[in-house]
């Protein structure tokens, strides 16, 4: 199986802030990397597929980058609505297989 | 616009089996592939299985999990037997892509 490990698992930030997620493949996947977010008591949301792409409707300031084993997601100004825990996934071979979860956290 | 609506939450004992449904509008069950994906309590994500478009499941339920799909309804359904508290969870189907998921289903497994 692949394991994704994902950094850090607990990030502290303001509003404005610039926040970088890092994912990181055991073998490679090539660009078959998703991340969600996941507010609690809800269920995921998909920001970003094929390692860079948005998905329709969110919102720019998400941004995803990677490919092989080493992915980031940057959210370039963070906003009250972005505090919430965010995974990577990888789909390129079964089974699918997420990261660990970081937790962004108002500071 | 695609929507998933599951059934309700369940309470079960050990050895149990449950079965989860998943209801697809806005699309038909023949135009998604659907996947399973459950979430103890405090924890993170693990998928179990979905279509692709046969039947793939992980590792860790085979021989505990049966995913079915009823066309005439576009209801998929997720069934998990001799159910352990381990497997206490709430339960998502989404699709294929993960751009559309249910609002989970909480299974609880206590004597």
């Known amino acids: 199986d692949i394991q994704m490990t994902q950094s850090p698992s607990t990030l502290s930030a303001s509003v404005g802030d610039r926040v970088t997620i890092t994912c990181r493949a055991s073998?490679?996947?090539?660009?078959?990397l998703a991340w969600l977010q996941q507010k609690p008591g809800k269920a995921p949301k998909l920001l970003v597929y094929?390692?860079?792409s948005l998905q329709s409707g969110v919102p720019s300031r998400f941004s995803g980058s990677g490919s092989g084993t080493e992915f980031t997601l940057t959210i370039s100004s963070l906003q009250p609505d972005d505090f919430a825990t965010y995974y990577c996934q990888q789909y390129n071979s079964y089974p699918w297989t997420f990261g660990q979860g970081t937790k962004v956290e108002i500071k | 616009q695609v929507q998933l609506v599951q059934s309700g939450a369940e309470v079960k004992k050990p050895g149990a089996s449950v079965k989860v449904s998943c209801k697809v509008s806005g699309h038909t069950l023949t135009e998604v592939s659907m996947h399973w994906v459950r979430q103890a309590p405090g924890k993170g994500l693990e998928w179990m299985g979905g279509f692709d478009p046969e039947r793939v499941y992980a590792q860790k339920f085979q021989g505990r999990v049966t995913m079915t799909e009823d066309t005439s309804t576009d209801t998929g359904y997720m069934e998990l037997s001799s159910l352990r508290s381990e497997d206490t969870a709430v339960y998502y189907c989404a699709t294929d892509a993960l751009d559309y998921w249910g609002q989970g289903t909480l299974v609880t497994v206590s004597s």
């Open positions: 094929k390692a860079s």
């Open positions: 073998q490679t996947i090539s660009s078959w």
